[in-house]
């Protein structure tokens, strides 16, 4: 089971003032978990059964079936929340399916052109994922695919496509009236939410990942939230402590990982946070490092810089990777590190990271048993749970998202739409 702890060299909030506040705003853990009224229409992720029952895991599992035994080529097409948490599973897990290709989260015509002489001579099937289907970019990709499609596969090129949207949207009449394969992109759940349901889980599918397992993480990260009160509740605790840190003049919060494997998982966290949360002139500006790499970049500013950020490292405990350095003939002076795993070398960046980074910064560290199915489950339910606490904490939806109407006009209008 995922793990949470907190530390702070310079003990920026101390322990009766943390008390207080978790003790002041436990109303908001109760309200949370029990209360569907605020956001009834917002929070179908809350509860897994729904959306993903036995029987609807089944379904996705054999289209997904069908797919990896005809396609050696997968197209995502989806922006957003219609595509981050099944790319992140996907490009973590690295698992044997057709090789998937991402569409509709661009407008550029160079990367559009690449993706079709990938395609070329390929078996090919899409997925298109769109909720409200106006936005721009999935609907771009869309009608490209749609007539690269009938153009190479004829009849026959209905079969190949996949629609996941909302049941009686304009989405679904063109499945219908086309004889797509339809999927349901539910109503009651925003789309950086929308993991847990048709959306992520029949994409994660088709590449080959255990979605029982993806399922099961959030079953039991939903129990465990559910059942465990006050600043017991790993959530709330975040959620608490990162609001503290914010009015403290804490104003970005930093994952870092030192395995590249969580990159698009960053991303969906990203998403997540900076459309939830960044609303009303208030919000934690979300960021991402994929170390140790970057700690050669915005390590200095995070160590040494203006006094504004928090990190959350994402830790893994179970090593499931190895390269021993053997002794070189070469003296290139790195003969200290002779026979040892690379897998170990990287865990000592880690620490001595969290050792020097704790001292001059709040830290989270979230520690998962191993970087597989499950714990994405996990993690996808403790962000979204806390997330939504968080964003209570700090007064705003988390649900909405108006911010980003305000391009939109603009380049519609210029669009002549
Ligand atoms: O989280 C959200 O609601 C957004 O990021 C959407 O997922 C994103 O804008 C894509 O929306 P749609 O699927 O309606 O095209």
Redo the contacts with the bound molecule.
Sequence with gaps: MLTITYRDGQNRIGTEELNDYLQEHKTVLDQVKNDRRAYRDALGWMDPEEWASEQQLACLEEKAEEVRKNADAFVLI?????N?AARAVIKGLNGKGPRVYYAGNTISPYQVNELLKELEGKSVYINI???????L???IGFRVLRKWLAGNYGAEAAKRMIATGTPGSHLEKISRENGYTFLT?PETI?????AICDVGLFPMAVAGADIRKVVQGVKDMRKMLYETEGAKNPAYYYAAIRNLLNQKGMMAEMLSFFEPRYRYFAKWWI??FA?SEGKDGKGIYPISAQCSEDLHSVGQFVQDGTPMIFETFLDIKKQDASYILEKDLTDDRFDYLNGMDLWEINKKAFEATYKAHTQSLPCFRIQVEELDEYSFGELFYFFEFACYISGMLLGINPFD?PG?EAYKRYMFEALGK
């Design positions: 989806g922006v957003g929340g219609s981050n994922i769109a909720k409200n289907f106006e936005t970019e999935p609907g992109f925003g789309g950086r939410y929308s998403q997540l459309e998202q980003v």
